[in-house]
């Protein structure tokens, strides 16, 4: 799943792969239902936790 990213996506990439506006990406990150580091301004994203969540989210 998620074969042609980085294994470290950006805010952007997520709304990518989650077809999904930037207001909820950043609730996602900010809710901890995807785990992310901040560094500085900018989130990083481990694509790990994308597919975890797409797979929780059909249980």
Do not use: H, W
Request: hydrophobic letters at 35%.
């Amino acid at each position: 799943m998620f074969y042609d990213y980085d294994d470290i996506v950006t805010v952007e990439t997520l709304m990518e792969m989650l077809c999904i506006g930037r207001n909820s990406a950043y609730y996602l990150l900010k809710s901890n239902q995807i785990k992310s580091v901040k560094i500085g301004r900018t989130y990083r994203i481990p694509k790990q936790s994308v597919q975890e969540y797409v797979l929780n989210s059909f249980r």
